[in-house]
């Protein structure tokens, strides 16, 4: 089934329709498993039960910062391919993406209490995940501001195409000014490597969290799909009743 | 008069004329520096260590002040729609456009920031290099912004808007703003390297952010 398909909003809602249960179920399922295993994991030599939360924290950041990347794309496919669906996707990841984001910025400042002694510190990966949700906000504002859905459509496009350029250097300049200013106090968990008790726990909820995400993103798009029905719909009526 | 010369001439006569507001991001600067050692104390040693960063945010505030008058003053006049139905590429048009703007609202930032510092008792000898490091960055400032006021004005939103759209993409230019004066007043790292990627970055921005600008109006006015 090609991409041009799904262009059609009937047959993309009856495609979802038919497969979003099953998603969910998947989701559930994975979700009870992966965090079964999460709590039942060993505790970390160092860190204690607190090492539970990278089974959160970890896959929220993934998924945070690949909401941006899959807005990129679906940016792509509103400006260059003028794909009927990309903007609705484009919109739909935003919030999504933004919520990881601050999951992730949360667990880890939840993680970061008993660990560092301190509920924030302005570390190279915080700072440019709090940067990183701040950019969401802004592509939800432009979103929130737009008063024709097509035209936010493409302005929040053109942000997130700028934004995907200027991350990686938003990134390289935050690490940059980080280790200017506390070379000492580097964190990291446990060096380099991840002993497979914690990672088979990690790999299964990064699995739970990817269909999360799938459901997720695919559930919102339909409620966008619907939503623009009923404004075109209440737009003709509008129009009836001025006729 | 070629027209790209003749698009900035006016601009920049608009921009001083009555109504242009020109030189009102330089006063707004002075008055955050005022109000600075009111913040924080009257203390010489904690302005001078502050300073440049100071200064810096300054001027980054300052320089987002007039930006929505980028575009919206000539997309209520209509003359936005001539600009864009012109001969020239509207990337050029867009580009000369925020040139004139930075030779209005961010070129006086850059001349009154020696007087700024000595106030916040900036190092003498060093208020050429910080001087320096805002000429070479508040072009980049007004250039992303630039991303910004296309961004707003197609969409007939402006102020509070542009600031949140802006000021996450800034975080590059600052830290290496901050970072070249520091290191020109009190090392111990040196001036060049971050001053060589402040100058990247405007330059950089120099080209991406016309492009994008006109990206943004095409799509939102068609």
Redesign the interface.
């Known amino acids: 089934m090609a991409v041009i398909d799904l262009a059609n909003p009937t047959r993309f809602l009856r495609i979802v329709d038919r497969v979003l249960p099953w998603l969910i179920g998947a989701t559930v399922f994975l979700l009870a498993v992966g965090l079964y295993r999460a709590l039942n994991a060993p505790d970390d030599y160092q860190q204690g039960a607190t090492v539970k939360i990278m089974f959160l924290h970890v896959p929220a950041a993934w998924f945070g910062m690949f909401g941006w990347a899959l807005m990129s794309v679906a940016a792509l496919g509103t ?1 260059v391919w003028r794909h009927p669906l990309a903007d609705v996707s484009g919109k739909a990841v935003a919030p999504i993406g933004a919520a990881f984001t601050f999951i992730c910025l949360v667990t880890g400042s939840l993680w970061g209490r008993p660990t560092w002694g301190t509920y924030w510190v302005w570390d190279a990966r915080l700072t440019s995940m709090l ?1 990183l949700l ?2 969401y ?2 592509v939800l ?2 979103y929130w ?3 024709d859905p097509g ?2 459509a ?2 929040a ?3 997130s ?3 995907a ?2 991350l990686p ?2 990134k ?3 690490d ?2 980080n280790t ?1 200013h506390q070379p000492a106090s580097v964190f990291r968990i446990g060096g380099s490597t991840i002993d497979p008790s914690l990672l088979t726990p990690l790999l299964i909820m990064g699995l739970a969290f990817t269909l999360l995400f799938v459901t997720l993103h695919l559930a919102v798009m339909r409620n966008e799909i619907l939503r623009r029905r009923i404004r075109s719909m209440r737009l003709m009526q509008a129009q009836e009743v001025h006729a | 008069m070629n027209p790209l010369a003749a698009i900035l001439v006016r601009d920049m006569r608009l921009a001083v004329r009555i109504g242009g507001g020109a030189f009102m991001g330089a006063l707004f600067f002075l008055i955050v520096i005022t109000m600075t050692p009111f913040a924080v104390g009257p203390d010489l040693a904690l302005l001078a260590r502050i300073g440049p960063a100071i200064l810096w945010l300054g001027a980054l505030l300052a320089s987002l002040l007039a930006l929505d008058r980028l575009f919206a003053t000539d997309h209520d006049d209509g003359s936005l729609d001539l600009l864009m139905m012109g001969g020239v590429p509207l990337e050029l048009t867009v580009a000369a456009k925020a040139l004139a703007h930075w030779l209005t609202t961010g070129l006086p930032l850059v001349v009154v920031a020696p007087l700024l510092g000595l106030m916040l008792n900036v190092d003498m000898h060093a208020l050429g290099w910080l001087t320096l490091t805002l000429a070479a960055g508040t072009p980049a400032l007004t250039f992303i912004g630039l991303i910004g006021a296309a961004l707003s004005v197609a969409l007939r939103r402006g102020g509070l808007l542009l600031a949140v759209l802006v000021l996450p993409l800034t975080v590059p230019v600052l830290i290496f703003g901050v970072t070249a004066a520091n290191a020109a007043i009190a090392g111990p790292t040196p001036f060049s390297p971050a001053f060589t990627i402040l100058c990247a970055l405007s330059l950089a921005s120099l080209v991406l952010g016309p492009i994008a600008a006109t990206a943004a109006l095409r799509h939102g006015l068609e």
């Open positions: 400006l940067v701040l950019l906000l802004g504002a432009l501001t737009a008063e035209r936010g493409r302005a496009a053109i942000l195409l700028v934004g350029v200027n250097i938003i390289f300049s935050v940059w000014w200017l």
